[in-house]
């Protein structure tokens, strides 16, 4: 089953690199995008924002990035916690623009 979004964004917030129990890296982040996409025929304005989180490399070099960095990210969803229906984005590959 398919399962993988692409979306470039400003980074809006981030916690900043910390730890996982087991020692592994890991930041969040909040992504806001804004996009013309084409539904039905018509040109439509997007605007959203998306919770993001990275591990590994990718939240270290993340992290180093600062608040209103663009950036485009892909990877895939998952809930936030296992007693949650919210979705987060879980960033395997970026590119800062």
Not at 28 to 43: C, F, I, T, Y
Not at 54 to 69: D, M, N
């Amino acid at each position: 089953m398919a399962n993988r979004v692409e979306l470039t964004g400003q980074i809006l917030e981030t916690s900043g690199l910390r730890f996982t129990p087991a020692g592994v890296p890991t930041v969040q982040m909040r992504l806001v995008h804004g996009s013309e996409q084409q539904e039905a025929g018509r040109m439509r304005q997007v605007v959203c924002e998306v919770e993001a989180i990275a591990f590994g490399e990718i939240a270290r070099k993340l992290s180093q990035s600062p608040v209103g960095t663009q950036v485009s990210v892909a990877g895939f969803l998952d809930r936030k916690s296992p007693r949650s229906s919210l979705l987060t984005l879980h960033v395997t590959d970026y590119e800062l623009n």
